[in-house]
């Protein structure tokens, strides 16, 4: 069935960097605009970052510009977010979903990144 | 930026009572295509986040039909014409006019 699935969260120190993946199934990835949303712990939901079809338009949230870098490898079937210089604001769960008609269509099940000392 | 304010931002509900949720934009998101882009999105407790409405006023696959939006410009409801257990959680607005969308506060709906 249609899946997505994150992996790659854990416990980072400030300035650190990580690398999340998002697992795409059931459906032809290529086609599809994907993103990634965050949600701080207690807190609402905050898109980060999108990345259109082919990979050549992408775009982010004020507070990722120049720290963060979304990409995608079509013949895997997989999106990255590359994070850098982490910053304690960063901890949140980590959505990737897919963008269908202006909305998210299909979410993955989230993986968690702290950013901690 | 799009700034999407809900109101209310707490909801106590009866089973079997109606409920609505209003949603405003600080700017029209009336596509040049004629499509709102507005949706819905409902995370129950300890899961992701799942889309309930898009395009203002189009129910999602599977999402039952007491759920429905609509609205224009700026100003967008969702109504539960009657509220079940099971739609506890927090529903939230989302904006995708522009590329950087932007999210409302999100309302916790919880039963009486």
């Known amino acids: 069935q249609v899946q997505l699935l994150e992996s790659g969260g854990g416990v980072v120190q400030p300035g650190r960097s990580l690398r999340l993946a998002c697992s795409a199934s059931?459906?032809?990835?290529?086609?599809?605009?994907m993103h990634w949303v965050r949600q701080a712990p207690g807190k609402g939901l905050e898109w980060v970052a999108v990345i259109w079809d082919e990979g050549n338009n992408k775009d982010y949230t004020d507070s990722a510009k120049g720290r963060f870098t979304i990409s995608r490898d079509n013949s895997k079937n997989t999106l990255y977010l590359q994070m850098n210089n982490l910053r304690v604001e960063d901890t949140a769960v980590y959505y990737c979903?897919?963008?269908?008609?202006?909305?998210?269509?299909?979410w993955g099940q989230g993986t968690i990144v702290t950013v901690s000392s | 930026e799009i700034v999407m304010t809900q109101s209310p931002l707490s909801l106590p509900v009866t089973p079997g009572e109606p409920a609505s949720i209003s949603c405003r934009s600080s700017?029209?998101?009336?596509?040049?295509?004629?499509?709102?882009?507005l949706a819905w999105y409902l995370q129950k407790p300890g899961q992701s986040p799942q889309l309930l409405i898009y395009l203002g006023s189009n129910r999602a696959s599977g999402v039952p039909d007491r759920f429905s939006g609509s609205g224009s410009g700026t100003d967008f409801t969702l109504k539960i014409s009657r509220v079940e257990a099971e739609d506890v959680g927090v529903y939230y607005c989302m904006q995708s006019l522009q590329t950087t969308i932007t999210f409302g506060q999100g309302t916790r709906l919880d039963i009486k």
């Open positions: 700017q029209s998101l009336l596509h040049s295509n004629g499509f709102h882009c």
């Open positions: 059931g459906f032809t990835f290529r086609s599809y605009g």
């Open positions: 979903a897919r963008t269908w008609l202006g909305a998210f269509d299909i």
